[in-house]
């Protein structure tokens, strides 16, 4: 089969590679029908994540149809479309029965890291019973692609975390995929007002389209003034980091109300300042997390529902073979314009 | 009337002050019949809290008797016995309204800092209704001080805060009065692990005798290292910060297990580094708070059901005249072997 | 003044009254702008709330502006335009304290039941800070008067209580404006379907344009076998009660899923059988709940951001000396097709 | 093997029946060490319980050790000595992956009821990787036991169920085993006043011991009453019932404060009468609850810390083969003093 190997930092090719095949009786092997680029995959491909190695097969979005099934696999059938989660649990361990499968002892973020992945024809998904989620008919394939990493990333990471509330003023620090994902589904809990703050004019207006009542273009405006005289100097009930580097968190510590709640999302490569000589009385939480995927199945009711439109986060379309392309399209968001880039088999 | 009286940076003297009066109608006098003194008023008289000015009187925990009512105040009569909080509540703002009451808009801390406080013979309490609690016949008046400040702190900001759960192992940092509270009241939840950890071997021995299950001097052990010996490498579900230096909460970052909770309580005076490289993928909640004393009511019950032994931190005992000579004990806790300080009118 | 005034069973008159006087220093007297009658009001003109007696001024909900103020108000000054709750608040008794106002020992529901309401052209209102809310200019008043009580009751008695969920599937039983109260509310946390049930078509069809997804008229239908056609014989995440007889708490008792909830916002005067035989092992809560009003902050807070159309409530407008034809419409509410009457001063 | 035949009401027998075998790649056969009886069995062996069929082998609590495991199992091997969990969890269908495993798709509450149980020389444990718990060296056999179904049972249904919170006073009707277990595991949240409440002096002389603060005998004394002067005339925090029967239920009803909680753990044969025409304006919460087992991991915590001592509740000890007097035993519990009765191999 097909599939984009990573042959080292700023090497990639869509190159021959052997079909997986069922190793443990947990296993299946899926054809994959739609994959998608995440910008872990960019930092991965910049050599930023050591653990993937020359030779591995990227990426841990998608869906597919059922190839085969190891013995132990009882909810899945050769033939059955599946969403793949990104994240891989066992069901079993410590990690799992706490519904924090981010961390499963067997598990976790391990497709297209330490193992091999979805931008490939096929993949072999580990613990599939507990690792995959069925495509009724008639539901829209691409809105799926979507329940693999994004949408759970900003739900659960950005809006779960932060505990938005009714009539709550939130500020999203960082207009990218994850930062709109959050913009989604924060609207699930309709909060008073979404301050979406960004240096990208063209980022910004997408945000006011799906839904932030106001945006900041900090390159042009001090974002902490701005954010004040908008909450009669009170800063955010939540502020939800969605970039991954120190200033943005540290945007966050200014932006947050009393009492209020600073949500990481970023995956930061270094340590940030936290400003205690400030915070220690302002009755403040702040959380951290790898997404866990564990709601995937209320994601998948609510675009089901129709109460949020997924697909709008898809701005580029190509072939699965055009691969390649597509991560330079993806790589170049800012001037392409782009925020999820979906690929076809 | 007498009264304790900060004259600037190092200087306080036991001098005569006007007995306070009524201001408002929602006011209470209160005869002092206990007080006792707390780590912030060491940082007070330092000059490390500028907000207090010359002759300012300090103290913000204590029990008394009710000399005076305003007009407004309905809960309470002269002659009533009463708990005094370390908190003012308006009891109608909308930080009030969410139990938080150390934000209230026209309260919080004020007592000994933004107005005279409880070291004196007599003490003007705004908003008395809202910031006293009665004390009951036959209740042991030294175990009401301990309400005013010390077990609200410890149990707010450290164990609820924490999210302490039964079975649960957690790790309290620093093993002054503000810790010994916790380890007090961490034991409502029922914890199997509680690991003590300080400098001094005195304070490490007293918090084994109130029910530490492990302690350790990190003078002379790896605190890291031994912490997660006794975890199997896992950290502990909550650790707790009762210092207030950088230090201490970058020691709780690296004890806390992934899903776990670091619960600040120390009053910090410069920033600290936030280790969002490794915390980022964590799951880990990270909590501030000044207390609120919201929980008074339920930890008098706790108290008057011998749950507890609130006394167990005295270790010194005055006369409220001798307060000049109980600072001087205070002030040199270590070497005293002093936790809390009881001035007795 | 002029006010509704109850004389016993059947019996009311707008009549001359003396203008309410500030008796406590917490007081305000507030002359009334706009009004509305509540199902609680048609049962007290029944006679079926006993408390209520001879030469009572009925009426709890309504918008106006302020008078004159006792000496300890400190929130509001002659002159200031207010939301009145429905919900009397000492906010200093245990109650308050806990944010269940529906029990303050100094209040609670007595409006229009233990003292004069707002039926009138003056009512006085005790407690005053804790009991009202400011309108800040620009605010529609029309939407303001929902939230003295009928948005407040729906959402935490209804929508709170039942945990409604992103992507839940939720049925309300009663489609009468506590009922259409709860459809408007629980739609703030993205339900994927709402399932609207009552013996009414008109009221349904009202129920359909409010956001409903389905509904069952359960003179025609089967209302369990209808439900469980539409989840999979789950039965629904939430089944909220807004009648207040027998067999529609039973018909939720045979809607709820294993592992959902039963809200109860019905005012019952008889017992119901619980199918503990049954329901012993589903998992379920069920909660009861008189309305706190505690959220009218959040409340106030979705309408001035038009999450919510609060007005939408209101089909029929009167003065207010035209209460009595009120009366008759509200009172005659399924012919007349009335949800909430709305009477202008 | 030999093992506890069911045939039919009235008629059991300890008789020969072929050793249990590997079904499916997901099941462990365990050798049992130590089982006991529950209060269910006995309604088993009444015939109260229709989906017991004859010949089934009774049985749902135990430890053993393991003999043969499936090709898929991974968490255990031959030799391991094991606690078997009362509640089969297949970890994979959506109720286990709520954590609710008592209505898992392929599993729940089936041991002795659907499948062949416990009380055997041989089980068959399917689904064994999320059904057993590992015994590590050195831990009490007897008190692992009691980690089966009682602990959890109590706890779950009676405690969590009812947020049983630090200072609170709490109701428990019924002081047999269940209600014990209740006792125990309230204890983890350190309330204010447990009040037990039985038709029997002995259980309640037990219950005093077991660290009940007070006890009433409901066949002479007014239980409501009682617990009214004990409680100001507020009623309980939490109400427990541990009995299943209408009159116990409506009791809990007459004792629960208003924003209390009524947990039911009984097993109820027929309705009860709910009295919304008192509880609908109380704020209360009434919470229902088969088993999850899901607590199993945190009990096995406070067990090995000695938070709890398991055993207290073990009265009598029998070899295995002395079966059918040990039910003799517990059918006659009242007059034998019984609580649980442990059978070893």
């Given at each position: 089969?097909?599939?984009?190997v990573?042959?080292?930092?700023?090497?990639?090719?869509?190159?021959?590679?052997?079909?997986?095949i069922?190793?443990?009786p947990?296993?299946?092997?899926?054809?994959?029908?739609k994959?998608?680029?995440?910008g872990?995959?960019?930092h991965i491909?910049?050599?930023?994540?050591?653990a993937?190695?020359?030779?591995?097969?990227?990426?841990h979005?998608?869906i597919?149809?059922?190839?085969?099934?190891?013995?132990?696999?009882?909810?899945?059938?050769?033939?059955?479309?599946?969403?793949?989660?990104?994240?891989?649990s066992?069901?079993?361990?410590?990690?799992?029965?706490?519904?924090?499968?981010?961390?499963?002892?067997?598990?976790?973020?391990i497709?297209?890291?330490?193992?091999?992945?979805?931008?490939?024809?096929?993949?072999?998904?580990?613990?599939?019973?507990?690792?995959?989620?069925?495509?009724?008919?008639?539901?829209?394939?691409e809105?799926m692609?979507?329940l693999?990493?994004?949408?759970?990333?900003?739900?659960e990471?950005?809006?779960?975390?932060?505990?938005?509330?009714?009539?709550d003023?939130?500020?999203?620090?960082?207009?990218g995929p994850?930062?709109?994902?959050?913009l989604l589904?924060?609207q699930f809990?309709?909060?008073?007002?979404?301050i979406?703050?960004?240096?990208?004019?063209?980022?910004?207006?997408?945000?006011?389209s799906?839904?932030?009542?106001h945006?900041?273009?900090?390159?042009n405006?001090?974002?902490?003034e701005?954010?004040?005289?908008l909450?009669?100097?009170k800063?955010?009930?939540?502020?939800?980091?969605?970039?991954g580097?120190?200033?943005?968190?540290e945007l966050?510590?200014?932006?947050?109300?009393?009492?209020?709640?600073?949500?990481?999302?970023?995956?930061?490569?270094?340590?940030?300042?936290?400003h205690?000589?400030?915070?220690?009385?302002?009755?403040?939480t702040?959380?951290?997390?790898l997404v866990?995927?564990?709601?995937t199945?209320m994601l998948f009711?609510?675009?089901?529902?129709?109460?949020?439109?997924?697909?709008?986060?898809?701005?580029?379309?190509?072939?699965l073979?055009?691969?390649?392309?597509?991560?330079?399209?993806?790589?170049?968001?800012?001037?392409?314009?782009?925020?999820?880039?979906?690929?076809t088999?």
């Amino acid at each position: 089969m097909k599939a984009l190997v990573y042959h080292g930092p700023g090497k990639m090719a869509w190159e021959e590679k052997p079909k997986p095949i069922i190793k443990e009786p947990t296993d299946a092997v899926v054809k994959i029908l739609k994959t998608t680029i995440c910008g872990t995959d960019l930092h991965i491909m910049k050599g930023d994540v050591p653990a993937v190695t020359d030779g591995r097969i990227i990426g841990h979005e998608g869906i597919g149809v059922i190839e085969e099934v190891g013995d132990a696999v009882t909810s899945f059938k050769k033939g059955d479309r599946v969403i793949i989660s990104c994240i891989t649990s066992c069901g079993k361990c410590e990690y799992c029965k706490k519904a924090m499968y981010s961390h499963c002892l067997d598990g976790g973020w391990i497709l297209g890291n330490l193992i091999d992945g979805t931008q490939a024809e096929y993949v072999r998904i580990p613990h599939a019973d507990n690792s995959m989620y069925p495509i009724p008919t008639g539901a829209d394939e691409e809105a799926m692609v979507m329940l693999s990493d994004i949408l759970p990333t900003g739900f659960e990471c950005g809006v779960l975390n932060g505990k938005v509330k009714p009539g709550d003023t939130i500020a999203i620090v960082g207009a990218g995929p994850i930062g709109m994902a959050v913009l989604l589904t924060s609207q699930f809990y309709s909060p008073a007002a979404i301050i979406m703050i960004d240096q990208d004019d063209n980022r910004l207006a997408v945000a006011k389209s799906f839904g932030a009542t106001h945006t900041i273009n900090s390159m042009n405006e001090n974002a902490v003034e701005k954010v004040m005289e908008l909450t009669e100097n009170k800063g955010v009930d939540t502020a939800i980091e969605a970039v991954g580097v120190a200033p943005t968190f540290e945007l966050c510590e200014s932006l947050v109300c009393a009492g209020g709640h600073i949500a990481n999302i970023g995956v930061h490569g270094k340590s940030v300042t936290l400003h205690l000589e400030t915070l220690w009385s302002k009755n403040v939480t702040i959380t951290t997390r790898l997404v866990d995927a564990s709601t995937t199945p209320m994601l998948f009711k609510t675009v089901q529902a129709k109460k949020i439109d997924a697909k709008k986060l898809i701005t580029h379309r190509f072939k699965l073979d055009q691969i390649v392309e597509a991560y330079a399209t993806f790589g170049n968001a800012a001037k392409e314009k782009a925020l999820k880039v979906l690929l076809t088999a």
